[in-house]
Every structure is written in structure tokens, then in C-alpha cells.
């Protein structure tokens, strides 16, 4: 264990108060890319390419909903994907009574499979989705499985993924939430993001505690700030500090 790793085994074991705010980075180990990766997509019926951030924004689930929906299921669910030492290690702080809330970009639902409790989902879940018209729900399988475009068994209305899309506004209690978390922090680790997405990245602004931790394999614009940067695979060192706590 390198001191780096050290050093944030002490923070974690002085701190009562943790929020973990977490990005793509957090999923890759359990095999999940960020789908905002690919540069650029060739759309057979547009003839021209697209980027990923496109293909999933309002306007193209409105006017392409087939093709939001090939794009959607083959790139942002991965129904056999399981928690990784990231999602394991922060479900035990939890436990530990350590820490207090994860705020996450991800849509993947993995932080609740691996036992964590309070998990706010700033962009929402793949495992939710709901009929536009009569509100009823419906799980991951019922989108893998449906032909083209999903459709209520009720109503036929179309079923649309408890995900926020590009040009959507993030569920204002969500926000609350996070941001009344973060605020009671005495520190915060941020792993797994480039913190490039808003307005979600802006909720760092909030924290006024005492430990700003930053764990990311690439230099973010926040390095500076932060009083403890980690440029390694957050799911191990993750692993290594939570388990010098027991």
C-alpha cells in the first residue's frame, strides 16, 4: 500500500460524516465503459454521424425514438454487471456508520446491489422506467426485451427510462439531497469522474468540511483543491483503505 492509499485510510478513520461522489469511473471495473467514449456514430437513417451525448438527449428520444432506443440498450444497460471494490467498500463505510450518502452520475444501480442505503441518483436508473402516458412501471428486462420501441401492456403509451436525458433538468430533490448531504460532510471523496458533467459537478461547491479527497486515474480541474489526489484504479484503492479499517 503506497502512502497516498495510506494517508486515505486516515482520513477515513478520523472522519464521521463521508459522502462519496462518484462518475463513470466508478463502473468501469464491473465492466460498465462510459458511453460518452465513442467520438462519433454513423445513424442510418440521419446519414451522418452523431455523438454518443446526441443520441441520447430529449430531442432525439422525441424524434427517433427507435433509434434512441438501439443506442440506449446496447450501450447503457449491462443487466450482468455486478458491484465492483469501489461499490463493496463504500457499502461497508456505511455499515461502519461512516458514511452518510453516496451522490453518483451513474445510472447503473450497482452502489444499491452492493448494499448502500442512502444513494442519490443525480441522473437516475436504467432499472426504473415508466409509461409516459399512464405512469406505469416497468424494470431493465421489460426495455431489453421489447421489439423497437417499449410500449405499455395498459395503455400502449411509449416507455420511457427514469434517466435524465441531455437537455432534461435533474430531479430538484435529488439535488436537494445531495447538496444537504455534502454540505453536513467532514469529507468528501470524489472518485471516478473528470467532473466535466453540470450541473452535477458543481455540487463540490458545497462542501465546506475538512477533507476534500480526489481519486481519478486523470488530472481534474479540481486536483488543486483538494487536500489528498489520487491518480490510481479507485476500486482498489478503495478496497485497500477500507480494509485497513477492521
Known amino acids: 500500500m503506497n502512502k497516498e492509499v495510506e494517508a486515505l485510510a486516515e482520513i477515513l478513520k478520523e472522519s464521521s460524516r463521508i459522502v462519496f461522489f462518484g462518475g463513470a469511473g466508478v463502473s468501469t471495473a464491473s465492466g460498465i465503459p462510459d458511453f460518452r467514449s465513442s467520438n462519433g456514430i454513423f445513424s442510418q437513417k440521419l446519414k451522418r454521424n452523431l455523438s454518443p451525448e446526441q443520441l441520447v438527449?430529449?430531442?432525439f428520444f422525441v424524434?427517433?425514438?427507435?433509434?434512441?432506443?438501439d443506442f440506449y440498450k446496447k450501450n447503457l444497460i449491462y443487466p450482468d454487471a455486478r458491484p465492483?471494490?469501489?461499490h463493496l467498500a463504500l457499502a461497508k463505510l456505511e455499515r461502519m456508520g461512516k458514511l452518510s450518502a453516496v451522490v453518483t452520475q451513474n445510472i447503473d444501480g450497482l452502489h444499491q446491489a452492493a448494499g448502500s442505503k442512502t444513494v442519490y441518483e443525480l441522473h437516475g436508473s436504467v432499472l426504473r422506467n415508466?409509461?409516459?402516458d399512464c405512469h406505469t412501471f416497468y424494470d431493465d428486462a421489460y426495455i431489453i426485451r421489447a421489439e423497437g420501441v417499449p410500449r405499455c401492456e395498459k395503455c400502449g403509451g411509449v416507455v420511457k427510462p427514469d434517466v435524465v436525458l441531455y437537455e432534461e433538468g435533474l430531479d430538484q430533490e435529488v439535488i436537494e439531497g445531495a447538496v444537504n448531504a455534502i454540505e453536513a460532510a467532514d469529507t468528501l471523496i470524489i472518485g471516478g469522474t473528470?467532473?466535466?458533467v453540470y450541473p452535477?459537478?458543481?455540487l463540490i461547491r458545497y462542501?465546506?468540511?475538512?477533507?476534500?479527497?480526489l481519486i481519478n486515474?486523470?488530472?481534474t480541474s479540481a486536483d488543486h483543491n483538494a487536500d489528498l489526489v489520487i491518480h490510481e484504479d479507485i476500486a482498489e484503492v478503495m478496497r485497500q483503505a477500507v480494509a485497513e479499517l477492521t
Do not use: D, I, M, W
Open 130 to 132: 415508466y409509461c409516459l
Open 63 to 69: 424524434r427517433y425514438p427507435e433509434e434512441f432506443f
Open 57 to 59: 438527449s430529449h430531442t
Open 84 to 86: 465492483n471494490e469501489c
Open 207 to 213: 462542501f465546506k468540511g475538512k477533507n476534500l479527497v
Open 194 to 196: 473528470s467532473l466535466v
Open 200 to 202: 452535477a459537478a458543481g
Open 217 to 219: 486515474k486523470s488530472e
